[in-house]
């Protein structure tokens, strides 16, 4: 930076800028200037004149000598006479007019939303790369250096911290709009990356337009979420292959006999045994007499009720639930249940076939007759051999 200065009043006004270009704003350290001073503005610069709050004039770069010609709002203020060397005070602030693309950007909170696809709630949180370029210096002084109130530079780091809340709002809207409203899961979003980057864009380019500014190249480098929101959708991915496999009613059977199998594993030694049975006496029974109809038609397993009939004895069609008579021959349909038995030591209704009560656990068994030895049903009056009565 090179500053010439003449009997304390600046006849030459220039600034050379910075090797790294991190700087956007340069305010020039003394406001005396006079008529006739020469003004030198480089390549990718903008100077911009204020006088009590008013911006004057904006030059691009080039080299100028301050005259009234091209300062005629300053001649207005000072009331300057005409010609010679008059001495005046003003503003002048430096611009940067290139673009700066390297500004990193990132959500420091999650976006806490539900997964369409897999309903697991995932922590989002984005990153990636933007750019800045003066658009409109003049609205830039008027928008913002008031409130920037610079000493002497500003950088595009510094001003991004202004618009840095409202940058990663507008990019949680965008990438929370595509994930719950297009219903796309966020395992799936990697291609859509770039369509999301340019609505970003456009949302915020119509801010930044406000104040001078103009957003450029903006980009999303990546869409994550933490390895404990995978590992949840990992582990249903996991069961659904396991559906895939295995089929759903294969699935299911698998399943019960895992539970079945934890619960004798989890309770231990003889208490542990007498849970597995106690498991066994009343699902074991339920799944043993499923199981025939898994083995044959493993679909009559997943389908359930939805597809149950009755099957005629007589001719073999197929009849609606709930039918008493076949359609086709007239025969009966309706299940006859077998009589119960009776316990000779407890009198407690015993189902047929039984054989030991398990009310009182008497053998129910076929008993012998006393005077042939023949094997006699329980719950007989007569010996079937020989005609003994009980």
């Not at 420091?108 to 409109?136: C, E, S, T, W």
């Not at 219903?183 to 337009?209: G, R, V, Y």
């Not at 496999?245 to 309770?267: C, H, I, K, P």
């Not at 359609?327 to 349909?333: D, N, R």
Request: hydrophobic share 40%; charged share 20%; aromatic share 10%.
């Amino acid at each position: 930076m090179k500053v010439v200065i003449c009997l304390a009043f600046f006849d030459r006004i220039k600034f050379d800028g910075l090797a790294s270009n991190e700087w956007l704003v340069y305010k020039h350290p003394s406001e005396k200037l006079v008529f006739g001073s020469q003004l030198i503005v480089g390549e990718g610069q903008a100077a911009v004149f204020v006088k009590s709050g008013q911006i004057c004039s904006v030059f691009d770069s080039g080299t100028y000598t301050l005259s009234a010609q091209n300062l005629p709002l300053i001649q207005n203020l000072i009331n300057a006479p005409f010609g010679g060397k008059t001495p005046f005070t003003a503003e002048i602030y430096y611009l940067n007019k290139t673009t700066k693309l390297d500004i990193a950007w990132g959500t420091n909170d999650p976006i806490l939303l539900i997964d369409p696809k897999y309903n697991v709630r995932l922590h989002i949180r984005a990153f990636g790369q933007m750019g800045l370029k003066l658009k409109n210096c003049g609205l830039f002084i008027k928008e913002l250096i008031g409130v920037m109130t610079p000493s002497e530079m500003v950088s595009f780091d510094a001003l991004y911290q202004y618009f840095k809340g409202l940058v990663i709002q507008k990019i949680k809207v965008v990438i929370a709009d595509i994930i719950i409203n297009d219903k796309i899961s966020a395992l799936e979003i990697a291609p859509h990356i770039n369509d999301i980057s340019k609505k970003a864009e456009a949302e915020i380019d119509t801010e930044f337009e406000k104040f001078g500014l103009d957003a450029v190249n903006f980009f999303i480098q990546s869409i994550n979420f933490p390895d404990e929101d995978f590992n949840a959708i990992n582990s249903i991915l996991e069961q659904r292959a396991e559906f895939d496999l295995m089929g759903d009613s294969r699935y299911a059977t698998a399943r019960s006999f895992d539970v079945y199998e934890g619960a004798a594993n989890n309770s231990g030694g003889v208490a542990g045994a007498f849970m597995a049975g106690a498991v066994g006496i009343g699902a074991g029974a339920a799944i043993g007499t499923q199981m025939p109809n898994i083995i044959g038609n493993p679909t009559n397993a997943a389908q359930g009720n939805a597809s149950a009939f009755i099957l005629c004895g007589k001719c073999n069609s197929k009849n609606p639930e709930g039918t008493k008579f076949c359609p086709q021959c007239g025969e009966s349909v309706v299940t006859k249940t077998a009589p119960s038995l009776k316990c000779p030591s407890c009198s407690a209704e015993v189902a047929q076939g039984s054989k030991f009560c398990n009310i009182c656990g008497e053998k129910l068994g076929p008993n012998n007759c006393p005077d042939c030895n023949a094997e006699v049903p329980a719950n007989s009056k007569f010996c079937p051999n020989c005609g003994k009565k009980f």
